[in-house]
């Protein structure tokens, strides 16, 4: 038998969403969950490294999700100098935390019928949660 929670029943929680607002809108946008998922598998990326990854991004829709992903304080842009100069994107420790906790959301909707789609560049080994 499958357990339910209802407002009757003690494991009922009240939920408020109010601190999620203006982060959400971040996150919740088409891009920015599969920047920090690609960012978080390399460790680091370029624009043009995270353009080819995400196949059908384009230049301003990525570099719009690289500045709202960034002003939200979950990615940094590290600008190398060099000639010609080099932009690299990481994961701050608040970017690692929602990378982290995204991992058993993905294994739930594993468990509910979703699926990867052939030659996805950004992976997800449900064998590692517990």
């Known amino acids: 038998m499958e357990h339910t929670a209802t407002p009757d029943n003690p494991e009922h929680l009240e939920i408020c969403f109010c601190p999620l ?9 088409k891009w920015a969950l599969m920047i920090i998922a690609v960012i978080g598998n390399r460790g680091s990326a370029g624009f043009n490294e995270l353009k080819r990854c995400l196949c059908n991004v ?10 709202d992903l960034e002003e939200k304080g979950l990615i940094y842009r590290q600008v190398v100098d060099q000639t010609p100069p080099v932009v690299r994107y990481y994961l701050t420790v608040s970017g690692w935390e929602l990378r982290e906790l ?20 950004i992976h997800f080994n449900a064998e590692h949660v517990r």
Not at 102 to 121: F, Q, R, S, T, Y
């Open 21 to 29: 607002h203006g982060l959400l809108d971040t996150i919740s946008k």
């Open 58 to 67: 384009s230049s301003k829709t990525l570099s719009n999700t690289l500045k």
């Open 102 to 121: 995204l991992i058993p959301l993905l294994a739930w909707v594993m468990k509910n019928g979703g699926h990867a789609d052939e030659g996805c560049p």
